[in-house]
């Protein structure tokens, strides 16, 4: 079973930048497509961005387009979320998850899709 273990989150100014990685371990991320996801205190949870196994990014959410990037590394088992320009409307915690990507092109913003979840890391924007 895929584990997956978020970092880098933290508490930025407005106009600041995060990098936040998802590790995997007791398995190769590379065969599984990687989605963020980010959850607010009393919001439901929104799909932001992915990449497949064949590296496409597909981006959900409009407001995080030109400001967040979503990258893998097949060398450290890992994929990060770049995020710049932050705003305090993205204060949350965010989340990656994985689901396995057969053709090398999966791509999904709805949570329940995906099997392998991390447990999340802060993201708070404020100044």
């Known amino acids: 079973q895929l584990h997956l273990v978020e970092s880098g989150g933290g508490l930025v100014h407005p106009g600041g930048s995060l990098r936040l990685s998802c590790t995997g371990t007791r398995g190769p991320l590379d065969l599984y497509a990687v989605g963020w996801f980010r959850q607010a205190p009393g919001k439901e949870r929104e799909g932001l961005i992915s990449i497949s196994r064949g590296a496409i990014t597909t981006y959900y959410l409009d407001s995080v387009k030109g400001r967040f990037t979503i990258s893998r590394d097949w060398s450290k088992n890992a994929v990060y979320l770049q995020m710049d320009s932050l705003k305090p409307e993205d204060t949350a915690t965010y989340y990656c998850?994985?689901?396995?990507?057969?053709?090398?092109?999966?791509?999904?913003?709805?949570?329940?899709?995906?099997?392998?979840w991390g447990q999340g890391t802060q993201v708070t924007v404020s100044s």
């Open positions: 998850a994985a689901t396995f990507d057969k053709d090398g092109d999966y791509h999904s913003p709805v949570a329940g899709e995906y099997d392998n």
